[in-house]
C-alpha cells in the first residue's frame, strides 16, 4: 500500500518518543530519591570523632551520587531495549 512507509515512520517516532519521557520519568525519580537520601539527617554517633562522621557522610553522598549517576546511564539502554528500539 502507498500509506505503509509513512505509517511505519509514525509508529517509529511514537515508540521513539515514548521511549524519551519513560527515560525522564526514571531520571527524575532518581533524583527525588537521591534529593530525599541527600536531605535526611545523618545519624549521630555520640562515642565517634567528628572526623570519622563527616567522611561517614561524605561517603554516603559519593555513593548515593554514583548510584544516580549509573541508574541515569542505564535508563536509556533498558527503555531502549523494552520499547525495541
Same mark, same amino acid.
Given at each position: 500500500?502507498?500509506?505503509?512507509?509513512?505509517?511505519?515512520?509514525?509508529?517509529?517516532?511514537?515508540?521513539?518518543?515514548?521511549? !524519551?519521557? *519513560?527515560?525522564?520519568?526514571?531520571?527524575? *525519580?532518581?533524583?527525588?530519591?537521591?534529593?530525599?537520601?541527600?536531605?535526611?539527617?545523618?545519624? !549521630?554517633?555520640?562515642?565517634?570523632?567528628?572526623?570519622?562522621?563527616?567522611?561517614?557522610?561524605?561517603?554516603?553522598?559519593?555513593?548515593?551520587? *554514583?548510584? *544516580?549517576?549509573?541508574? !541515569?546511564?542505564?535508563?536509556?539502554?533498558? !527503555?531502549?531495549?523494552?520499547?525495541?528500539?
Amino acid at each position: 500500500m502507498d500509506g505503509e512507509p509513512t505509517q511505519q515512520v509514525g509508529k517509529s517516532f511514537l515508540k521513539g518518543y515514548c521511549a !524519551v519521557c *519513560l527515560e525522564g520519568a526514571i531520571i527524575v *525519580l532518581a533524583c527525588i530519591i537521591f534529593s530525599l537520601f541527600a536531605s535526611s539527617p545523618p545519624s !549521630v554517633d555520640t562515642s565517634a570523632q567528628a572526623v570519622n562522621q563527616v567522611w561517614s557522610y561524605v561517603g554516603e553522598l559519593v555513593f548515593n551520587m *554514583l548510584v *544516580l549517576v549509573g541508574t !541515569v546511564k542505564a535508563s536509556d539502554r533498558v !527503555v531502549r531495549e523494552m520499547m525495541g528500539l
